[in-house]
């Protein structure tokens, strides 16, 4: 049985013109796995993750959660799930046992609050107020809050946005230990490193649709793996042609600028053997009078395949 499976997914808000957020979306997302979507600001994210948790009825399309649809069984879904937003407001003058204790009050069966506190690593700070914690050990207050009642299946939305490095490897090392539970696990993040090293699969969402599925790997090989030359040069580049009859070259990305102080133009080229065409490109950027300022060779990764498919950064500062 799929731990979350949707069909035909379309939600729109009335308005002039009609706004589309998901647009006929397909998910099927096994027990057991830890599974992410990517997609920029606006791709339908939330809105998606919003159904699926119950929190929004589509305009039309099926969902199932764990077997069983909000509208017949949106209670016994309840007791089996836990969730973890964005951004959290605990009250702060509770201590992270009485806020636990609170959330455990929701749920028939769950952990002991000694076991969620154990989970997430703040055993010492059991006793402490919510407002005295920092921004980190807050986060896993809130993931301990979703873990309290031992649910099947956890929504994490963006699950270590704003956290210093330290506090966003602990966030991960509890997620990870879930896995090893087999918990099944749905997330949403604005990190790739995060979607790399966390989900067995992923979906890129864009304009409110899936329009790549898998593993990492997976996705790599179908934008086509290999590996990536990127260079830049102080004159004007040759066209993309050109570079296009160079041995093993598979893709060209060429951009051209016009800004003073600029390199006048940056190329990212995709080839299978790069040891076998770099003397070939060096050879062709110096008869072209191109010149070079800088070259980096590497491996094609998530990244890439993300600025291939959507022609945007997952994150809107670009970093």
């Not at 028939?108 to 107020?129: H, M, N, Q, T």
């Not at 066209?239 to 003073?260: I, Y």
Request: glycine letters at 10%.
């Amino acid at each position: 049985m799929a731990a979350i499976l949707c069909s035909g997914l379309f939600k729109s808000y009335p308005g002039k013109p009609l706004v589309e957020a998901v647009r006929g979306l397909d998910l099927r997302i096994e027990e057991g796995e830890c599974f992410g979507i990517l997609g920029p600001n606006g791709a339908g994210k939330t809105t998606t993750l919003e159904i699926l948790e119950g929190l929004q009825d589509p305009t039309s399309g099926t969902v199932e959660i764990l077997g069983k649809s909000w509208a017949d069984h949106g209670n016994d879904i309840r007791q089996r799930i836990g969730i973890t937003l964005q951004e959290t407001r605990l009250s702060e003058k509770q201590t992270v046992a009485e806020t636990l204790g609170l959330f455990r009050s929701f749920y028939k069966r769950g952990l002991s609050l000694d076991a969620a506190v154990a989970i997430v690593g703040l055993e010492a700070k059991k006793a402490c107020r919510i407002g005295t914690l920092s921004g980190g050990q807050k986060q896993r207050v809130a993931l301990a809050c979703a873990l309290v009642g031992d649910p099947d299946l956890l929504f994490l939305d963006e699950p270590s946005t704003g956290l210093d490095p330290q506090s966003r490897q602990q966030v991960w090392e509890v997620v990870r230990a879930l896995k090893v539970r087999g918990k099944t696990i749905l997330l949403t993040t604005h990190y790739m490193d995060e979607a790399e090293k966390l989900c067995d699969r992923l979906a890129v969402v864009d304009h409110g649709k899936v329009i790549a599925l898998g593993s990492t790997d997976e996705l790599i090989s179908q934008f086509g793996g290999g590996n990536l030359v990127e260079f830049d040069t102080p004159r004007k580049a040759p066209s993309a042609d050109v570079f296009n009859r160079l041995s093993g070259v598979k893709t060209v990305k060429l951009t051209h600028h016009e800004n003073p102080g600029e390199a006048a133009s940056h190329v990212v080229l995709q080839m299978a053997q790069p040891h076998l065409a770099l003397p070939e490109l060096l050879t062709m950027l110096e008869k072209a009078g191109a010149g070079l300022l800088s070259l980096n060779v590497r491996q094609a990764t998530l990244e890439d395949v993300f600025l291939a498919l959507t022609g945007r950064n997952l994150r809107e500062d670009g970093k």
